[in-house]
């Protein structure tokens, strides 16, 4: 599969945050010492369940940090002709529910137009930029408002996805399965494939 090198990087779990620092404290310790990746992972797997949520308060708000400097990148990129925004050429179901939006993506709705009214000559990303940088000084009540809408909207995606995934038509249940698990990862929120292969890790030990 083709993947966009310009496409932002995606964004961290507070879990891949614990085990980068996992690693880098191991280097320290053991600079000439090669790393077994399976081994290694599964020490780090053993490690983050028996941490008390406090231990673990400072890897999930790095990881809310990162989410937000994605959000801001990926509201000023525009994917080459023929790809998704996930950066893969892909065929998206024209009948599949429109993806839910995150607070930040309802406040550049309202705010893309009147940045763009005050700066003309700005390119989309001085755009994204001005708006990130309005989300992060937004008061925290008005804050609380996108956010709102943001959950409201997360609801809406996931009924319609339910009874859009109800509506299948397939042979067996396999396959039907496999079929709306693919739609859903073309119409559902990107996410990093190396986010997703650590958690997996720290879910299957």
Not at 61 to 75: F, G, I, N, Q, V
Not at 184 to 199: F, I, M, Y
Request: net charge positive; aromatic share 10%.
């Amino acid at each position: 599969m083709v993947r966009d090198p310009s496409k932002p990087k995606g964004r961290m779990s507070g879990y891949s945050y614990f085990v980068q620092t996992c690693r880098e404290e191991h280097k320290k310790k053991h600079p000439d010492e090669s790393i077994v990746f399976a081994e290694f992972s599964k020490k780090c797997a053993g490690r983050w369940k028996t941490m008390t949520d406090k231990e673990k308060k400072r890897f999930h708000e790095l990881s809310e940090t990162d989410k937000t400097r994605y959000e801001h990148e990926m509201a000023s990129y525009l994917p080459p002709k023929g790809m998704g925004r996930g950066g893969k050429r892909k065929k998206k179901d024209p009948n599949a529910p429109k993806r839910a939006m995150s607070g930040f993506f309802w406040f550049c709705q309202d705010g893309r137009q009147v940045v763009r009214n005050i700066n003309p000559g700005w390119g989309v990303g001085d755009v994204a930029k001005e708006l990130g940088k309005r989300w992060g000084v937004l008061a925290p009540d008005v804050k609380a408002n996108y956010n709102a809408m943001a959950q409201k909207d997360k609801k809406r995606y996931e009924i319609e996805m339910k009874s859009w995934k109800s509506k299948g038509t397939f042979g067996n249940a396999g396959a039907s399965s496999k079929k709306f698990k693919k739609a859903e990862e073309d119409n559902g929120e990107e996410e990093d494939d190396d986010e997703e292969e650590e958690d997996d890790e720290e879910e299957s030990d």
